[in-house]
């Protein structure tokens, strides 16, 4: 077997040799043979990645070494993923990934077609198109509206292993539905990394509401990389919000590919300890009339950090459009880091395109406003944090959801 | 990606060429370690200056172009075919009548008024590479204020310019730098005494005048305790067949309270690599202002930063970029805080005109041990033309939990009502949308001296002009 400086770096980990690939495609041989050379093709592609530069403008800020799978050993082969609710309704094909392939591998037939965000965590894609065996597979028909949310939990493996899921999630045309994903830990006491690539697709005025809760413990690493095609008159809000991981890298593109598609991306990260989470975004318009909307914000406590870099970029055709991008961090001890890298790329001149970012420190007569009334400086911070979130919370839908993020967000500053 | 350029433009305007043989030294072309020690020679300099250029020159051949992220015009440069030293082997001239003719000629089609060009005393007026004309008002001597070329600044005061010289940027910063600090020649070493208030501002203006000639000037300005001084830069370029490379590091130093104002309004012929190192170090209460304009010029790669390290230290940048068919204007600012209390302010607006492009980047530091740190971080660009594009990508770094930032940027096009409007006033398409760019950029065009701000506005009047339609 060559073996090429890209990995051999990694080799302390099992699951990246060319002999575990070998007996890996080998047990799933059974497998319909698009999918094996989808996988074997991703695998080669891994072998022939570059080697790192030290330079990449996609992961500055970032301390790699945090976020690579060297210290990963194992390929974990569970825990599945739970779906809680709607298997069985009318119109909507929803099911495990592994099911899926098992029972329809048809409908997945588009899978080797999808791209990544492609925003620099190469590796964790092609592992992910390589060895996913997990995730889930959600496809509405034409016009379904279900008004219960579905919801998705997925566990992150403990004891070093290293996951990989794919979840794929298609809207027909005018079809609406809201998901809850959750993304927490098998165990408390030891964690691995959980990979999932997530590739969303929005037909011609298909309505798509997510809420996204990560949770995993704070010994796993997080890697979350989505893309999110948007059809014709679409429209996708997606509310994230990050509390777990010892670190996390995140990658979310969304392209505006139909005429006046919509697409609202929100995310709230709350850190602790010495969390870290890199984030990266892409709002990329390839058709006229289209919205975009991304309000990241920050909250850091502790040694936590975050890195935020955004770009719009705006094609020449993609005239009328209107694209807004910010980002707000919030520090909250003296040792908390927050980087910003919000970018433009705009070639068409009839748009509004704005970004801002702003960082700062708790409003010291907000504090002493609280604290003078007796609350303890923790419930205190707990609160102004709450309230720092709570433009995007209420964007959350139902009161149940709304409810729901808030008490995550309190649990965690208990 | 910037096609070369085949519009039709009156080239012709500003075409000032003289011809290069008459040049008493000439380093011939390319790059080599004999090259950077003949023009160390041909100065007669220390030998502490040529080690500081050798060791430059090898930092330049190892240093690899930052292509990572810069546009990939960069790798358009080729080092072998430029001259890198050229000088008509004549000392700064004293009075204005032994100012050789030809540079008199220069001035006059620069349009520069009679009166104007008598009162150049204080003006250093570079010729190539070396500075042709350097005299100094009487005043400025008695005030104390060294005002001289970098040769003449490191051989004279090396105990006030050697100390500073090569610290706000060091050779190894970046490929540019390096390259400028090995060959450099020509520019302004400025030195205002303590508590020195300079009432008019000091000028300087350069041009490059031979093919393929890149042009290094090196500037240092020191601001000792109190003082104050405003300079400005202006430049023309005549024009060239092949591309031309301009690559300067300006280093300006303000002590405890001293304030310093920069100005630059650059207007490089279409075909000119503008490559640019500029930074500030600001003390206590010291006060650095950056307002930069850029016009001309193929491609501007010019960050202007401000380190703040004394507390209460204050930085700005204001800058203006106009970017016209086969242009790109990647401007921006640099702030790096380093002290308590100190605060900054980054003001940049940006048009983008047919296939120009402007880019913004920055940087703001903040480290996590400092108090009481504030930035504000402002780019507006507009898009003329439905082929125009801009960019902007902002790098924010702060820690800590007593500092704050804001940055903010929007992008805009010409707003079709207000062209209406003036068009039913009785203005054609073309004044009406010179007017309108004049406005955007008006809150800080007011900032400018009141001759630039008018050369400024006829600048962008003859920008605008063929635009529409």
């Not at chain 1, 530069?53 to 082969?77: T, V």
């Not at chain 1, 999630?169 to 964690?191: A, H, N, Y």
């Not at chain 1, 909250?332 to 880091?337: F, H, K, P, V």
């Not at chain 2, 007017?435 to 400024?456: A, C, T």
Request: aromatic share 8%; hydrophobic share 35%.
């Amino acid at each position: 077997m060559v073996s090429t400086p890209s990995h051999s770096k990694h080799m302390d980990s099992q699951f990246l040799t060319p002999d575990f690939f070998e007996s890996f495609s080998a047990k799933r041989s059974w497998e319909p043979g698009w999918l094996a050379d989808f996988r074997k093709d991703s695998w080669d592609k891994f072998l022939s990645l570059p080697i790192k530069k030290n330079k990449d403008e996609r992961w500055r800020f970032s301390p790699r070494a945090r976020l690579g799978f060297s210290n990963f050993d194992q390929l974990a082969e569970s825990p599945k993923p739970s779906i809680l609710n709607g298997q069985k309704i009318e119109g909507i094909l929803f099911d495990t990934l592994d099911q899926t392939i098992l029972n329809a591998p048809s409908s997945l037939l588009d899978l080797p077609n999808m791209q990544g965000p492609n925003l620099g965590a190469d590796d964790t894609f092609l592992l992910g198109c390589c060895f996913s065996e997990l995730g889930v597979f959600l496809k509405t028909e034409k016009g379904i509206i279900e008004k219960k949310p579905l919801k998705h939990c997925h566990f992150a493996p403990k004891n070093n292993q290293s996951l990989f899921q794919t979840n794929i999630i298609s809207l027909e045309p005018f079809s609406e539905l809201t998901i809850i994903e959750i993304f927490e830990s098998e165990v408390m006491d030891t964690g691995g990394t959980l990979s999932n690539l997530s590739h969303i697709k929005l037909a011609e005025g298909a309505k798509l509401n997510r809420i996204l809760i990560q949770k995993v413990n704070q010994l796993s690493t997080f890697n979350h990389l989505e893309s999110i095609q948007l059809g014709r008159n679409s429209e996708f809000t997606n509310i994230s919000l990050q509390l777990g991981g010892a670190q996390s890298r995140s990658e979310s593109k969304g392209v505006i590919a139909g005429e006046g598609a919509s697409f609202n991306n929100f995310s709230l990260s709350l850190g602790n300890g010495e969390q870290l989470f890199d984030q990266r975004t892409v709002q990329h318009h390839i058709s006229p009339h289209g919205k975009s909307n991304l309000l990241y914000k920050n909250a850091l406590l502790d040694e936590s950090k975050s890195i935020f870099s955004g770009l719009i970029k705006v094609d020449p055709i993609a005239q009328n459009t209107d694209a807004y991008q910010t980002n707000r961090n919030l520090l909250l001890s003296a040792n908390a880091e927050a980087d910003s890298l919000p970018g433009l790329e705009i070639l068409a001149n009839e748009v509004k395109c704005s970004h801002g970012a702003t960082t700062s420190k708790i409003d010291n007569q907000e504090l002493f406003y609280l604290l003078s009334r007796g609350i303890h400086r923790n419930v205190a911070e707990k609160l102004i944090v709450l309230g720092f979130f709570d433009e995007i919370i209420r964007e959350a839908g139902t009161q149940e959801t709304i409810e729901l993020l808030r008490d995550e967000i309190s649990h965690h500053f208990n | 990606m910037i096609k070369p350029s085949n519009i039709e433009i009156d080239r012709e305007k500003g075409n000032f060429h003289y011809p290069t043989s008459k040049y008493a030294f000439d380093a011939g072309i390319g790059l080599s370690e004999d090259v950077v020690k003949y023009i160390s020679d041909v100065k007669k300099e220390d030998d502490w200056i040529l080690d500081f250029r050798l060791k430059a020159h090898s930092i330049f051949d190892k240093k690899p172009m930052p292509t990572h992220w810069a546009t990939k015009d960069l790798e358009n440069i080729d080092f072998d075919v430029i001259r890198y030293y050229l000088a008509q082997g004549q000392k700064p001239s004293r009075t204005w009548e032994e100012v050789p003719d030809d540079i008199k000629n220069t001035f006059e089609r620069l349009g520069i008024p009679e009166q104007e060009r008598k009162f150049l005393a204080g003006v250093e007026a570079q010729f190539d590479s070396e500075a042709a004309y350097s005299h100094m008002k009487e005043d400025l001597e008695k005030q104390g204020v060294i005002f001289v070329g970098p040769t003449e600044g490191l051989r004279d005061h090396p105990e006030i310019f050697k100390k500073w010289f090569g610290k706000v940027i060091p050779s190894s910063d970046n490929k540019f730098s390096a390259l400028n600090s090995a060959v450099f020649s020509g520019g302004s070493f400025i030195y205002v005494p303590p508590g020195v208030k300079l009432a008019q501002p000091l000028q300087a203006y350069f041009r490059i005048n031979a093919e393929n000639f890149g042009q290094f000037e090196r500037t240092l300005i020191i601001a000792d305790e109190g003082a104050e001084i405003t300079y400005m830069e202006g430049c023309t370029a005549p024009k060239f067949e092949t591309s031309t490379l301009h690559s300067a590091v300006v280093e300006l130093v303000a002590l405890k309270g001293a304030k310093i104002q920069y100005i630059t309004v650059q207007n490089w012929s279409n075909n000119v690599y503008n490559l640019v190192t500029k930074r500030a170090m600001a003390d206590e209460e010291a006060e650095v202002r950056w307002i930069d304009c850029n016009i001309g010029s193929r491609l501007t790669m010019k960050y202007p930063g401000v380190v703040l390290k004394g507390r209460k230290a204050r930085g700005e940048v204001l800058s203006i970029a106009l970017a016209n068919d086969g242009q790109h204007q990647d401007t921006g600012a640099k702030m790096v805080h380093a002290a308590n209390e100190t605060s900054s302010n980054v003001i940049a607006k940006s048009v983008s005109i047919g296939e120009g492009r402007s880019s913004y980047r920055g940087l703001v530091q903040i480290p996590g041990h400092l108090r009481h740190c504030r930035n504000n971080t402002e780019c507006d660009a507009l898009l003329i033309n439905s082929e125009s594009q801009t960019d902007t990508y902002p790098a924010i770094t702060i820690k800590g939990d007593d500092n704050s930032v804001q940055h903010e940027a929007s992008v805009s096009k010409v707003s079709e009502e207000q062209i209406f409007y003036m068009q039913q006033r009785g203005l054609n398409e073309a004044e009406a949308m010179s007017l309108y760019v004049n406005g955007f950029v008006n809150d800080l065009i007011r900032e400018f001296p009141m001759e630039y701000s008018v050369e400024l506005k006829r600048l962008i009047d003859l920008e605008m002009e063929g635009s529409v339609g």
